[in-house]
């Protein structure tokens, strides 16, 4: 069974770092680049970055917003991926999900989720 | 950046009722186009991928079409559990630009 579990959210204060963890099992992970998305609360999907696998040079990118504070990693021989943010502000606060997407796909999409951890930013 | 915008906004409607939600680009993403469902506390779900391919498991009663910038998201007969919210997503380049969704709710 394909599993993305998603972990490290908390209560953090603003300028404080977090690193969230995602978590795969039941694929092939050096398969799939992974994403991530955030949905403040009440809002929309927010697609913040992603990582690509090994094959693709684990090549990143991150949405403009997040102002290079955003670092993706992945460690295949855990079958984890990274999400590091750093100098986190109140607006920071969502819930963040990491979706799989199958590289090499002539239309890529997202087809499995995590159920998301929630990062609230707060003094 | 790729901007998405969706029409309407959020719809009241009734079970059995046909729905139609639409997805526009802000330039043109050939087929790229992905539909997602959300449920109230739950990590959004793959309906629709490539604008009109039936992602494995989801009913039939969901359809997608479109290229270029317009696109469609139709549910034929609503049921009870599809009552969420729906967002497009275009996969043509990065960021991956999400719409900012419609929320389909019980008339």
């Known amino acids: 069974e394909v599993q993305l579990v998603e972990s490290g959210g908390g209560l953090v204060q603003p300028g404080r770092s977090l690193r969230l963890s995602c978590a795969a099992s039941?694929?092939?992970?050096?398969?799939?680049?992974v994403n991530w998305v955030r949905q403040a609360p009440g809002k929309g999907l927010e697609w913040v970055g992603f990582?690509?696998?090994?094959?693709?040079?684990?090549?990143?990118g991150d949405a403009a917003s997040v102002n290079g504070r955003f670092t993706i990693s992945r460690d295949d021989s855990k079958r984890i991926a990274y999400l590091q943010i750093t100098s986190l502000k109140t607006e920071d606060t969502a819930m963040y999900y990491c979706?799989?997407?199958?590289?090499?796909?002539?239309?890529?999409?997202?087809?499995?989720w995590g159920q998301g951890t929630l990062v609230t930013v707060s003094s | 950046d790729i901007q998405m915008t969706q029409s309407p906004s959020s719809l009241s409607a009734s079970v059995g009722d046909r729905v139609t939600i639409t997805c526009r680009a802000s330039?043109?993403?050939?087929?790229?186009l992905n539909w997602y469902q959300q449920k109230p506390g739950k990590a959004p779900k793959l309906l629709i991928y490539?604008?009109?391919s039936l992602q494995s498991g989801v009913p039939s009663r969901f359809s997608g079409s479109g290229s270029g910038t317009d696109f469609t998201l139709t549910i034929s007969s609503l049921q009870p559990e599809d009552f969420a919210s729906y967002y497009c997503?275009?996969?043509?380049?990065?960021?991956?630009?999400f719409g900012p969704g419609t929320k389909v709710d019980i008339k």
């Open positions: 330039q043109s993403i050939s087929t790229y």
């Open positions: 039941g694929f092939t992970f050096g398969d799939y680049a």
């Open positions: 979706g799989r997407e199958r590289e090499g796909l002539t239309r890529p999409h997202f087809d499995y």
């Open positions: 990582i690509r696998g090994k094959v693709y040079g684990e090549a990143t």
């Open positions: 490539a604008a009109s």
């Open positions: 997503q275009q996969s043509y380049n990065t960021p991956r630009t």
